[in-house]
């Protein structure tokens, strides 16, 4: 195969389609795999309850908040990842959860630079996830869809 065929063959790919499965799946796996960890999935271990240390964690970047309201904020947190990343692996309304994720994770990129300083958001790239997320959100169809509506991506 010559080097004009195979440059053919790689322009006629649906790049644009790659990218957009490629990052929502790479966003929807981080979520699921934040989550796994609060579990001790990735140490074998695996417990029903939050980890203390989340806890902890939760805590200490939302020290505005009452101590009774940590829990909430914990638990609420951590079934809005699961319900992104799920959403977001299959493919499931993917616009509006795509927004809905650069919004969580603006949230906690903020929650994170208010308590921590830049260096903790800007290490674990929650900013960069968020744009990401905003990017795919934006993102038209391709097909002449409107761009408001919800097409699979």
Same mark, same amino acid.
């Given at each position: 195969?010559?080097? &004009? %065929? *195979?440059? +053919?063959?790689?322009?006629?790919?649906?790049?644009?389609?790659?990218?957009?499965?490629? /990052? !929502?799946?790479?966003?929807?796996?981080?979520?699921?795999?934040?989550?796994?960890? !609060?579990?001790? *999935?990735? !140490?074998?271990?695996?417990?029903?309850?939050?980890?203390?240390?989340?806890?902890? +964690? &939760?805590?200490?970047?939302? %020290?505005?908040?009452?101590?009774?309201?940590?829990?909430?904020? /914990?638990?609420?947190?951590?079934? /809005?990842? @699961?319900?992104?990343?799920?959403?977001? *692996?299959?493919?499931?309304?993917? !616009?509006? @959860?795509?927004?809905?994720?650069?919004?969580?994770?603006?949230?906690?990129?903020?929650?994170?630079?208010? #308590?921590?300083?830049?260096?903790?958001?800007?290490?674990?790239? @929650?900013?960069?996830?968020?744009?990401?997320?905003?990017?795919?959100?934006?993102?038209? %169809?391709?097909?002449? #869809?409107?761009? %408001?509506?919800? *097409?699979?991506?």
């Amino acid at each position: 195969m010559n080097e &004009t %065929s *195979v440059l +053919h063959r790689i322009q006629g790919l649906p790049w644009e389609r790659i990218a957009t499965v490629y /990052a !929502r799946i790479a966003l929807g796996a981080a979520f699921l795999s934040a989550v796994a960890g !609060r579990f001790g *999935v990735w !140490r074998g271990q695996i417990r029903p309850e939050l980890s203390a240390n989340f806890m902890k +964690h &939760t805590a200490e970047l939302n %020290s505005f908040m009452p101590a009774a309201a940590i829990p909430f904020l /914990a638990w609420a947190a951590t079934a /809005a990842e @699961v319900s992104l990343g799920v959403a977001l *692996v299959f493919g499931v309304w993917p !616009r509006r @959860v795509a927004f809905g994720a650069a919004g969580l994770l603006a949230l906690f990129g903020t929650t994170m630079l208010i #308590a921590e300083g830049p260096k903790s958001p800007l290490d674990y790239s @929650v900013f960069s996830a968020s744009a990401g997320a905003l990017l795919l959100g934006l993102r038209g %169809s391709g097909r002449g #869809a409107s761009r %408001s509506a919800d *097409v699979p991506l």
